[in-house]
């Protein structure tokens, strides 16, 4: 039997708070649910992408605003007045959030203080313990530890196997569910029981701490004769540090670029706008902006001459290269005739807008798809490549190898090492061999370096067999590190990189030099 009876509900002050966030979040919603927030002009650069919730709330339909936020309220009310165990006021407010937001598309979502403040601070900055993941199996494994990190200090190295965090089995947990436990606010306290290779277990403590890295990475391959940037993302400041580095190599008339975008997931539509204008000639188009409201419509249209004289251009992609990353890629495809290497894009053509909260964090709501100049080429949401790359994995067993982080344990464990002899039981040249087809010739000891190797690998489980050929490219890698240091071993690991390579074999050809001839002449001739 159903008891209905009417109740007045008392004592509930303490969750106007999170009530007020609520209401916020829905004034902000209900006139953007399929578009978005601040109105950017056509043929122009887009400002930041912002906007107050105020001047939203005035737009929406008073009657239909205030009949949703007395419904959610007097549910809320009702749930905690009424349901059968106690449930946090956060708990009930973050469900109602996530779903208000599943409801609409993937990349709408809430965002904590922590997190909006994260998207406008310069660089690609969070708040964790430095290690970068690999899932796939019962427990995720550490691939990469950052330089510096807390994670670094507390010893934790490519290898090693979380099983817990605070407590907590990581077992089954998904990728974002992972990272999520290990971040958090700056100084707090982070328990974690970890696994070696070895199946040694111990508990280490650490504390989160800010974590840092450059945007991109400039550098000059080929004898100096061509530009390489990696731009891991179109975060605050990308474009001007891109603009650096294009200024720096302006009197070097280099013989071409290649721009990585390999896991590069977006960013900022206004910086992959300004680092597209940097290259393309006055009146160029970049992107095209399509929303539901008039004023997320429009063309955004290049207004400067290029900082750097072109020249030809290569872009090496993959299926995590998405959004803004696309918008840069089909710009550059489309206007200057950049040749796209690797594999097809994400296929994110969605736009967000950021839309700050009275109650703290912010709104990130989809309000703009977009089109490229370089769309009318290929088929479908995602960016094709002209030249297509296969992914360079190694052979089985040595991906097991892989992929568990072994094989960098096994660098990081002899960059580590005190005795000389078994870091470096080889020559080293005076001097980093000019030219990476004589880097085999000029280092020896490969086959004491792959024993080691080996008779590592079979004290963590591992049998192996055969020569992949990215084994050997591994050894000199680290020969190169150990011989010249990190940025030399970085520089080796780009000019063995196959997909760098081609870049560079394919800006040699004919075909991309004339064209880069072709593009030159406009610019030339304007007034």
Known sequence: MVCVRTIRLRGLHRTWRQLALLVALLCALLPLTAAGASGLPSNRTPAREERSPHSITAEASADSLETAVSIL???????????????????????????ICERLDPHTKVLSADEFASLRAPGTRTVGIGVALTFGSAHPFVREVLEGSPAERAGLLPGDRL?????????GLERDDATALLTGMPDSALDLLIETPEGERRSVRL??????????????LAGDRVGYIWIRRFGCGASSRLETI??????????????????????????????????LPPGAE??????RLPEETGTFISQRQPVIAPSPCVILVDSLTASSAEIF????????????????????????????????????VTAAFFRTPADQDSAGPRLRPDHVMAPPKLPPPW??????????????????????????????????PSGQDRWLDAAPGFEVWRARLEARLRGWGAIVSGE???????WLIDWVTECWGGPAGERAALELDPWVREAVGLLKQPRVASAAAIRERPSSSSH
Do not use: C, H
């Not at 013989?255 to 300004?274: C, H, K, M, S």
């Not at 992949?468 to 591994?474: A, F, G, S, Y």
């Open 246 to 279: 294009l200024r720096d190599w302006a009197p070097l008339r280099l013989e071409g670029l290649v721009i990585d975008l390999r896991g590069n997931p977006g960013g900022f539509l206004d910086e992959a706008v300004w680092a597209a204008d940097l290259f």
């Open 329 to 364: 890629s089909g710009a550059l495809k489309g206007a200057l005739g950049a040749l796209l290497l690797g594999q097809p894009t994400y296929g994110k053509r969605s736009v967000q807008r950021i839309v700050p909260l009275e109650a703290g964090g912010a709104l990130k």
């Open 207 to 220: 504390n989160r701490a800010p974590l840092l890295r450059d945007l991109m990475t400039g550098m000059l």
């Open 468 to 474: 992949p050929w990215q084994l050997r490219r591994l």
């Open 286 to 291: 970049i992107v095209r902006s399509e929303g």
């Open 399 to 432: 991906n097991w190898v892989e992929e568990r982080g072994l094989l960098a344990r096994f660098a990081r464990e002899r960059s580590l090492a005190t005795d000389d002899a078994e870091r470096m039981p080889f020559w080293a040249a005076a001097t980093p």
């Open 163 to 171: 099983l817990r965090v605070d407590g907590r089995p990581l077992t």
């Open 73 to 99: 309220r007097e549910t809320l009310l009702g749930v905690l007045a009424l349901y059968v165990e106690d449930v946090p006021v956060d708990d009930l407010l973050q469900a109602a959030l996530e779903g």
